[in-house]
Every structure is written in structure tokens, then in C-alpha cells.
């Protein structure tokens, strides 16, 4: 068995960028493996011409309710570890991963495997990267459609806090990642959600998708919310009963608060930014109308309701 070990774009200004590798003019395909997207391509529903997916799509909590026979779609691996022959068996058209380390695609490549390579680093890129796969998949008037649903989404977002609180100032917020001290700079798609969302970006100044920081410094920061990702292995608990962080507004007050635990590489940034609002302006939107928004969005992209705030 070959085994491959892969070594570790404000909406409209927000909605611009390009991805790492943007694999232009591929043709389509009526083979392709989803390493990474699967949540895009989910809302286009070309699944008769998937043929493999990650072994992480395998536990995907929105496949899951999608595909009842999503275990029964061979897992040749992931963007981490390639089983190559199992691969191979699937005569693949095209397999799409991501493109973070290029001699990744060079080695599929060589194995005379057409990839996709996508790293989306903005809400711009991130529809990019949908319009790519509409491309490949031969269903772009479908990509087309999720992408204006998606930014008609994230405008109602915008709308919604520029109307109800037009004077009030913007939050000072991180988001920290899988360690406390290591949160977003000024790149990325978190990045773009914390503006979407109404809050003030306190990692602008790094330049970076994420970026280490000391304690002393994130003292100096004081932020007034704390956003932390959903699959770190602490949460706000952790933090209230640090005493490294009682000094930081966030924790004195309480504003400490762990997302879902769900990929911001997918149509569900529109559930983030909407839950991020709230959590940024307390009682500014009711519990009904974001599940009513958001029911309304699931309905349209993927022929059912929201599930509700995942954990």
C-alpha cells in the first residue's frame, strides 16, 4: 500500500481575494475526489459525480443529514494522509485538496492525478473557490446561484446591525484558535466574518491567518468579546477560571463565547456571522428571526432545515 503523509477575499470589500491555486480551465469532470470543499459541493448537489470524499467528510455532521449512504462513498484518504492506490482505483477525473503545501499537488500530480488545490483566505475567495468547483462539477448557473444566496445572506447580516444599531461602536474582539494565545490576523475568513458581523478586529495588525501572541500582549489588547473556534479542546469555562485572564474585559464580563464547531470553508459562514452578531450586539436580533433567516437559507441551499446551534 502507497501511502502519501502530507506535512503540515465588509461584504463587498470582504468579498475580494484569489486562492493559493486556482487550477484555471480545468475541464469537467465526472470523477473527482473532495479532500477538501465537501461542504460547497454539497450545496451545488452534483453528487452523482463524486466518487471519493475525506475521511473527515465520513463524520461530516451536514453530509450526515444530506447522504444517508454517505459511509458507503470510499475515503481514500484526506488533505493530510493519501492512501495513493486507493486513490488511483477510483479513476479519478480530478481530486480537489488543499494547496497550503505544494509539493502536495506536485506528487498527485506526477501520480497523473488532475488536481484542484484551493485555499480560501476570504469570504471573495471562498466563492471563488465555489465558482471553480461549479465549473468542474458542469453546474455553474448552480454555483452561481449559492454564491448570491450566500452574499445575499451575509448583507442581511450587515443590514440588520447597520439599521437596528447604526451609531453603536464596534466591539473589540479576538478569535482565538487551538491555543489560547494564538488568534486571527488581518487574513482569512474569520477575519472577514468578525467585519461582516459588526466587530473590530483586535489581530488586524498581524499579517497572517492566525499568529501567536503572549499573555502580556493580549492584556494590552483587552478584548471586550472573545470568539473561540469550535474544535479547540478548551472553552470560556477555561478561561473565566484562569487567573492569567481576569484583568481582560471579555472575562470579567462574561463575553467569552465557543462557536460551532464547523468549517468556515463552506455556506455555513452564513450561520457564524449571524450567531457572531448576536453574541456582539446582545438583544439585538431575536432567537426566532435568525432561525427564521436561517431556515429560509438551508431550505434554499440544501432542501432542509437549520439544524440549530451545533456544538
Same mark, same amino acid.
Given at each position: 500500500?502507497?501511502?502519501?503523509?502530507?506535512?503540515?477575499?465588509?461584504?463587498?470589500?470582504?468579498?475580494?481575494?484569489?486562492?493559493?491555486?486556482?487550477?484555471?480551465?480545468?475541464?469537467?469532470?465526472?470523477?473527482?475526489?473532495?479532500?477538501?470543499?465537501?461542504?460547497?459541493?454539497?450545496?451545488?448537489?452534483?453528487?452523482?459525480?463524486?466518487?471519493?470524499?475525506?475521511?473527515?467528510?465520513?463524520?461530516?455532521?451536514?453530509?450526515?443529514?444530506?447522504?444517508?449512504?454517505?459511509?458507503?462513498?470510499?475515503?481514500?484518504?484526506?488533505?493530510?494522509?493519501?492512501?495513493?492506490?486507493?486513490?488511483?482505483?477510483?479513476?479519478?477525473?480530478?481530486?480537489?485538496?488543499?494547496?497550503?503545501?505544494?509539493?502536495?499537488?506536485?506528487?498527485?500530480?506526477?501520480?497523473?492525478?488532475?488536481?484542484?488545490?484551493?485555499?480560501?483566505?476570504?469570504?471573495?475567495?471562498?466563492?471563488?473557490?465555489?465558482?471553480?468547483?461549479?465549473?468542474?462539477?458542469?453546474?455553474?448557473?448552480?454555483?452561481?446561484?449559492?454564491?448570491?444566496?450566500?452574499?445575499?445572506?451575509?448583507?442581511?447580516? +450587515? #443590514?440588520?446591525?447597520?439599521?437596528? /444599531?447604526? *451609531?453603536?461602536?464596534? &466591539? %473589540? @474582539? !479576538?478569535? $482565538?484558535?487551538?491555543?489560547? =494565545?494564538?488568534?486571527?490576523?488581518?487574513?482569512?475568513?474569520?477575519?472577514?466574518?468578525?467585519?461582516?458581523?459588526?466587530?473590530?478586529?483586535?489581530?488586524?495588525?498581524?499579517?497572517?491567518?492566525?499568529?501567536?501572541?503572549?499573555?502580556?500582549?493580549?492584556?494590552?489588547?483587552?478584548?471586550?468579546?472573545?470568539?473561540?473556534?469550535?474544535?479547540?479542546?478548551?472553552?470560556?469555562?477555561?478561561?473565566?477560571?484562569?487567573?492569567?485572564?481576569?484583568?481582560?474585559?471579555?472575562?470579567?464580563? +462574561? #463575553?467569552?463565547?465557543?462557536?460551532? /464547531?464547523? *468549517?468556515?470553508?463552506? &455556506? %455555513? @459562514? !452564513?450561520? $457564524?456571522?449571524?450567531?457572531? =452578531?448576536?453574541?456582539?450586539?446582545?438583544?439585538?436580533?431575536?432567537?426566532?428571526?435568525?432561525?427564521?433567516?436561517?431556515?429560509?437559507?438551508?431550505?434554499?441551499?440544501?432542501?432542509?432545515?437549520?439544524?440549530?446551534?451545533?456544538?
Amino acid at each position: 500500500m502507497m501511502v502519501l503523509l502530507l506535512l503540515g477575499p465588509q461584504l463587498t470589500a470582504a468579498v475580494a481575494g484569489s486562492p493559493a491555486d486556482t487550477g484555471d480551465n480545468l475541464p469537467p469532470a465526472r470523477r473527482v475526489v473532495l479532500f477538501e470543499a465537501y461542504e460547497l459541493a454539497a450545496a451545488l448537489n452534483a453528487w452523482d459525480r463524486i466518487v471519493g470524499i475525506s475521511t473527515y467528510a465520513q463524520d461530516n455532521d451536514l453530509l450526515r443529514r444530506l447522504l444517508p449512504n454517505l459511509k458507503d462513498i470510499p475515503a481514500p484518504g484526506s488533505g493530510f494522509v493519501v492512501n495513493v492506490e486507493a486513490l488511483l482505483a477510483l479513476h479519478t477525473d480530478l481530486v480537489v485538496t488543499w494547496s497550503r503545501k505544494p509539493e502536495m499537488l506536485e506528487f498527485l500530480r506526477r501520480h497523473g492525478i488532475t488536481v484542484l488545490g484551493v485555499y480560501p483566505e476570504s469570504i471573495a475567495d471562498l466563492l471563488q473557490v465555489l465558482g471553480q468547483l461549479g465549473q468542474v462539477l458542469d453546474c455553474e448557473a448552480r454555483a452561481q446561484g449559492v454564491a448570491g444566496l450566500i452574499k445575499d445572506n451575509l448583507t442581511a447580516v +450587515q #443590514r440588520c446591525r447597520q439599521q437596528r /444599531r447604526p *451609531s453603536a461602536p464596534a &466591539p %473589540r @474582539v !479576538v478569535w $482565538l484558535w487551538g491555543k489560547p =494565545t494564538t488568534i486571527s490576523g488581518n487574513r482569512g475568513v474569520v477575519a472577514d466574518l468578525i467585519r461582516v458581523a459588526g466587530g473590530r478586529n483586535l489581530g488586524s495588525h498581524l499579517d497572517g491567518l492566525n499568529c501567536n501572541i503572549s499573555m502580556e500582549e493580549m492584556i494590552a489588547l483587552n478584548p471586550e468579546v472573545v470568539f473561540i473556534w469550535g474544535s479547540a479542546s478548551y472553552g470560556p469555562e477555561d478561561l473565566y477560571q484562569d487567573p492569567k485572564w481576569q484583568s481582560i474585559s471579555a472575562i470579567k464580563c +462574561q #463575553r467569552g463565547f465557543k462557536l460551532p /464547531r464547523q *468549517s468556515t470553508w463552506s &455556506p %455555513r @459562514v !452564513v450561520d $457564524l456571522a449571524w450567531l457572531m =452578531t448576536s453574541h456582539l450586539y446582545p438583544g439585538m436580533v431575536k432567537e426566532e428571526e435568525i432561525a427564521a433567516a436561517l431556515d429560509s437559507f438551508y431550505g434554499a441551499l440544501f432542501g432542509i432545515p437549520w439544524p440549530g446551534e451545533a456544538r
